[in-house]
């Protein structure tokens, strides 16, 4: 099989512009978490992308590493929002401004 | 084999594309189960069956199965749901689509100036060989991993208990 | 004469001794330590005069050098004393009318509270001007000047609680100091062009360097001049001597007539040499000497206050002297600057002896008939009043006055010696218009009290040296002897006088003799006792007040001033800072609705950010 390389970091970039595009556009926190997620399995398409035009193993192995980050990361953003829900009632990303600059 | 990767690039971006649309949030994650599938495929098809493997039972079986069930605790009603679609209307979506389609155009110039032409032999790198590797050369990589996780663990447990 | 050091000492030593614990000392510690250290310099510059007298050192001239004060590349200046005939007069003056004018005070001022005070700025006046006339160095010389300056202030403003004397002693400090920037640049010019300020040094390498009548030599003689005029209280810059008579009457007797405003006298006679160099500085001068003597003259015809008179009639007569020197008779101005000192102390002295009788009354319209009331008064008063209007031959001031005349009477257009003559006429109009009114006709008011020995004792001193003086220098029609002249001939030059006519001579001797009968023909026609009630016509207000410089001044120089500092109250040049500081914090203000706590914008502004820098890094 014989596929240029450009196509699937073209892939990978395309994946990753969606996520970001989730996250600059919903506020439901939920959503954003998702949406990190998104763009962290595009990183990780790359890498494996990037290994395979190498023929190295060392592409897997990050991917590994991209999941164990990934996994930590949303344990501790699922409690954070169960967290920001119990106090503000609400998972509006909006609602949780309480770090503005009161002029 | 190159039909095959096509296939799935083209339903991973719309699956994609799908999940970040919904409303209700339940519908988006499964939307998205669905787009890691189709790169479990993709990885497959560029060679790298442990990462397929590792993105199936790992990030669509553990990590978003965690997320499924978080969310559904949320426990959302009817009311959330019609907020939801007042909040995804479409004057929202025009600022953020026109950075990122600048984003794109800019670095679509570098991803094409990649060697194109290079159309590497096709072999598939075997979990051995990432074994080999990763217990061997990236060991302390490994060790540091584990703390993350550790440190992930300990965190999430002392934030989550009840006050 | 190696002690001569001790003269400027001793005085110093006597203000710093009363400065630091003199309210502790008491009143007669405080007399004693003051009358005492001026008294003994001037015992030692008696004596160092008897010593010149006899052997005087080689080339008339003795150095005496301290230690050295600055020794820098281009400048060199030492401490150093530099005593000759010139020196050596004003040494004698000033510390034996000093010793005087200290001795009178104790009775004087033995009332006031600030007793120990008064002395202690006295003392260090006295150590001032003995430094600036012993200085070797232009710059000690400065440093003298600014001293007398800075106690003038404190002694005009002696009664400080009264803001009157404040302002007046602000005045005098001012004006002097506007003419002490003038002579500072003319310092700067002469060290810069000729590289020393020695003062022998500095005129020789005038002589040397300069040409006659060269630019260099007329800017630095009129910068050095316009520093005396201001110290000297002439026109245009006396408009501070009058204001000044608020301090105490001894401080008018010393500073103000006999020593301090004689300085600007001085430094010309000192530095003549350069003065020679200067033609058109030293036509200024005499013109500007005639001019002052005439218009003080005509102010002091018309005052009420028996000080203001007096302060008028000093800044005249040192118009003479001006005058002399301007014509280049520094001899005639010196020997004019002695008897002046003496008949000008003796009628302060006077002044102060009458009004401190008559409770510090000094309205001459307030006084009257006290030549009976007080006749030691009376006396001095009159010899002093006979030496300012040159009676011919009894009085002193007839010698010196005609030796001035005699010496203008040459210069061409005898525009100089007829204000002269009309200067000598006004002259005894105005001061023997002050003798009638104050101790002729009706009495006023009674005095009251006695008089003590040490207000008689300096009196009775000046008074008998007031008629004998003069007899240093005589006419030649009165045997022609050349004493003074001859005494000072190794600083200033030529000995002896010219030689004039006869009718000059007399109509010097008239002129006085005509003024004294005009007062007195207007006084027994009830003139002067007049202008006391009726108010003044325009001319008389002008002339009272001192023909309207004051007013002049104050429009054209105070007023815009104090409009500026006024303006500049609120620190415009400030407004810069405060220009930044108020921009940066309106920026801050704009750049704080970034922060609004919103996590998508944050994205956004962050994907906005990468968006940019992509663009830079692959287009740049």
Redesign the interface.
């Known amino acids: 099989?014989?596929?240029?390389?450009?196509?699937?970091?073209?892939?990978a970039?395309?994946?990753f512009?969606?996520?970001?595009?989730?996250?600059?556009?919903?506020?439901?926190l939920?959503?954003?978490?998702?949406?990190i997620?998104?763009m962290l399995?595009a990183a990780?398409?790359l890498f494996?992308?990037a290994?395979?035009?190498w023929?190295?193993?060392?592409?897997?192995?990050m991917?590994?590493?991209v999941?164990?980050?990934?996994?930590?990361?949303?344990?501790?953003g699922?409690?954070?929002?169960?967290?920001l829900?119990n106090r503000l009632t609400t998972?509006d990303?909006?609602a949780?401004?309480?770090?503005?600059?009161t002029? | 084999?190159?039909a095959v990767?096509y296939a799935a690039?083209a339903l991973?971006?719309l699956t994609?594309?799908l999940?970040?649309t919904r409303s209700n949030?339940v519908h988006?994650?499964l939307y998205?189960v669905l787009?890691?599938l189709f790169?479990a495929v993709?990885?497959f098809?560029?060679?790298?069956p442990?990462?397929a493997a590792?993105?199936v039972i790992?990030?669509a079986g553990?990590?978003?199965v965690?997320?499924l069930f978080?969310?559904m605790m949320?426990a959302l009603d009817k009311l959330?749901l019609r907020r939801?679609r007042d909040?995804?209307a479409k004057p929202?979506?025009m600022?953020?689509?026109i950075?990122?389609v600048l984003?794109?155009a800019e670095?679509?110039r570098p991803?094409?100036s990649?060697?194109?032409?290079?159309?590497?032999a096709?072999?598939i790198?075997t979990p051995q060989?990432?074994g080999?590797?990763?217990f061997t050369g990236?060991l302390a990589?490994v060790e540091l991993?584990s703390m993350?996780?550790l440190?992930?663990?300990v965190?999430?447990f002392h934030?989550?208990r009840r006050q | 004469m190696t002690l001569l050091w001790l003269i400027p000492i001793l005085p110093l030593l006597g203000a710093t001794v009363l400065g630091i614990i003199g309210p502790a000392l008491g009143q007669r510690a405080s007399a004693v330590i003051g009358t005492a250290s001026v008294g003994l310099a001037a015992l030692i510059a008696i004596t160092i005069g008897v010593e010149w007298l006899h052997h005087p050192p080689p080339g008339e001239v003795f150095n005496q050098t301290l230690w050295t004060w600055v020794s820098l590349p281009g400048l060199s200046v030492k401490i150093s004393l530099y005593l000759d005939p010139l020196a050596l007069l004003m040494t004698l003056v000033i510390t034996v009318i000093g010793t005087l004018i200290h001795l009178f005070s104790t009775e004087y001022m033995q009332d006031d509270p600030g007793y120990s005070r008064f002395f202690a700025y006295l003392n260090l006046f006295v150590a001032a001007m003995l430094l600036l006339v012993l200085a070797g160095d232009l710059v000690i010389l400065f440093v003298g000047w600014e001293g007398v300056g800075v106690c003038s202030y404190l002694l005009v403003g002696f009664w400080f609680s009264d803001p009157e004397n404040g302002a007046a002693a602000q005045k005098s400090f001012i004006v002097t100091r506007i003419a002490d920037i003038a002579m500072l640049a003319g310092l700067l010019l002469i060290s810069t062009q000729l590289g020393t300020l020695n003062i022998q040094a500095m005129l020789a390498a005038a002589s040397a360097q300069w040409p006659h009548g060269g630019m260099l030599p007329e800017l630095a003689a009129a910068l050095l001049l316009i520093g005396g005029l201001g110290k000297s209280a002439q026109l245009p810059l006396q408009t501070w001597l009058p204001d000044a008579m608020a301090g105490p009457t001894p401080v008018s007797a010393l500073i103000h007539a006999a020593t301090m405003v004689t300085a600007g006298v001085y430094l010309v006679a000192r530095t003549h040499v350069l003065f020679l160099l200067a033609p058109e500085v030293m036509r200024a001068i005499a013109i500007g000497g005639a001019l002052t003597l005439l218009v003080a003259a005509l102010a002091g015809l018309m005052q009420s206050d028996i000080k203001r008179v007096l302060a008028y009639s000093t800044m005249s007569q040192i118009g003479y002297m001006f005058l002399a020197l301007g014509v280049g008779a520094w001899s005639a101005a010196m020997f004019h600057f002695l008897t002046h000192a003496v008949f000008k102390a003796l009628l302060f002295l006077s002044a102060g002896a009458i009004s401190m009788r008559l409770h510090h009354e000094q309205n001459i319209f307030a006084m009257g008939g006290l030549r009976g009331r007080l006749p030691a008064a009376f006396w001095a008063f009159l010899i002093g009043a006979a030496s300012l209007a040159a009676l011919p031959v009894v009085s002193a001031g007839f010698f010196s006055k005609e030796m001035i005349l005699g010496d203008v009477w040459t210069y061409p257009g005898r525009v100089l010696w007829a204000a002269g003559i009309t200067g000598a006429l006004l002259t005894a109009i105005y001061i023997f218009r002050a003798v009638f009114t104050v101790f002729f006709g009706p009495v006023a008011t009674e005095p009251s009290g006695a008089y003590g020995l040490r207000i008689l004792l300096p009196l009775a001193l000046l008074g008998l040296a007031a008629l004998t003086i003069g007899w240093l220098e005589t006419p030649a029609f009165l045997g022609g002897r050349n004493v003074f002249s001859g005494f000072l001939s190794p600083s200033t030059g030529a000995a002896g006088r010219h030689v004039i006519p006869l009718a000059i001579t007399l109509a010097g001797c008239i002129a006085p003799l005509a003024g004294i009968a005009i007062a007195f023909a207007l006084h027994r026609a009830g003139f002067w006792r007049a202008q006391a009630n009726r108010p003044l016509s325009e001319l008389g207000r002008l002339l009272r007040s001192g023909c309207g410089f004051d007013a002049v001044y104050d429009a054209l120089l105070v007023k815009p001033y104090l409009w500026l500092v006024a303006g500049l109250r609120h620190d415009p040049v400030d407004l810069v800072s405060i220009g930044l500081a108020g921009a940066a914090m309106a920026a801050h203000?704009r750049l704080?609705?970034t922060?609004?706590?919103?996590?998508?914008r944050y994205?956004?502004w962050i994907?906005a950010g990468s968006v940019a820098t992509i663009a830079m890094l692959l287009f740049a």
Do not use: C
């Open positions: 099989m014989s596929i240029a390389w450009p196509v699937p970091a073209a892939l970039l395309g994946l512009l969606l996520g970001l595009l989730g996250l600059l556009t919903r506020r439901n939920v959503f954003v978490l998702m949406s997620e998104i399995n990780g398409l494996i992308t290994g395979m035009r023929g190295n193993p060392d592409g897997q192995i991917l590994i590493f999941f164990n980050l990934a996994g930590a990361e949303l344990a501790l699922l409690v954070l929002l169960l967290r829900r998972l990303g909006d949780a401004d309480l770090l503005r600059d002029a | 084999m190159n990767f690039a991973a971006l994609t594309a999940a970040i949030p988006a994650l998205f787009s890691l790169m993709i990885f098809t560029l060679g790298a442990f990462g590792l993105e790992v990030y553990a990590i978003m965690l997320f978080v969310t949320l959330s939801e909040w995804i929202i979506w600022v953020p689509i950075l990122v984003l794109a670095l679509a991803l094409l990649l060697h194109a032409g290079l159309q590497a096709f072999h790198v060989a990432v080999i590797k990763l990236d990589a991993a993350l996780l440190a992930g663990l965190a999430a934030l989550g | 203000r704080r609705a922060q609004t706590g919103r996590l998508r994205i956004a994907a």
